[in-house]
């Protein structure tokens, strides 16, 4: 049974950094590509970013490019996003996703994590 | 940069076809996939590539992509369906996410 699990979310301050994993089962995770998708509250999906199954290529949205960076440790299983000069509006719960296939250029989402929440505030 | 457009809301009768609409320019020259999310849950994966469904979906979802339009559509509507889908693409090195559809089954 795939199983992804994230962790490390919580209440930051503004410009302050965290640093999310997402520990994966159930699968071979060095065969695919895997992603970080925000939802704010009450609000709709988000990309965040995803990286391709032995991390050559990466992609950011341009709302985090220059602030978040994600990284896989395929020994471990683990997919991981540091959230750096965090800001308000980067509250959200943010969910891991893996992919349907190695390249993250798709970005289709076959099995999603159950999310942890991230609340920057003052 | 590319957007999608999805109507807010969307009412079925019990037992009736829903369709679910995601507007593009030339969508149709894109893959689509679609999302349904229940409320406090994550997101499942119902169609990916258009009109292809994973396993352990029922047949009752269908997709269809042509021209600037994209189709979700749903079949024998149950009280179980009523959930918030999206849409969703790849466009220039980016995913793309509809705003989301609320479908109501009545």
């Known amino acids: 049974e795939v199983q992804l699990v994230e962790s490390g979310g919580g209440l930051v301050q503004p410009g302050r950094s965290l640093r999310l994993s997402c520990a994966a089962s159930g699968f071979t995770f060095d065969d695919y590509a895997m992603h970080w998708v925000r939802q704010a509250p009450g609000k709709g999906l988000e990309w965040v970013s995803g990286i391709s199954w032995n991390s050559g290529s990466i992609g950011y949205a341009d709302s985090v490019k220059g602030r978040f960076t994600i990284s896989r440790d395929n020994a471990k299983n683990s997919l991981y996003l540091q959230m750096n000069s965090l800001r308000a509006e980067d509250t959200a719960l943010y969910y891991c996703a893996k992919d349907l296939y190695s390249g993250y250029d798709s970005g289709v989402g076959d099995y999603w994590g159950q999310g942890t929440l991230v609340t920057v505030s003052s | 940069s590319y957007e999608l457009t999805q109507p807010l809301s969307v009412s079925v009768a019990l037992g009736q076809t829903a369709r679910i609409t995601c507007g593009g320019n030339?969508?149709?020259?894109?893959?689509v996939h679609w999302y349904q999310q229940k409320p406090g849950q994550a997101p499942v994966l119902v169609i990916y590539?258009?009109?292809n469904r994973p396993s352990g979906i029922p047949e009752r979802f269908s997709g269809s992509n042509s021209g600037n339009t994209a189709t979700l559509t749903i079949s024998r509507a149950q009280a179980g369906d009523e959930a918030d889908y999206y849409c969703?693409?790849?466009?220039?090195?980016?995913?793309?996410f509809g705003g989301g559809t609320k479908l109501t089954v009545l």
């Open positions: 030339n969508i149709g020259s894109k893959n």
């Open positions: 969703q693409v790849w466009d220039s090195s980016s995913v793309v």
């Open positions: 590539r258009d009109s």
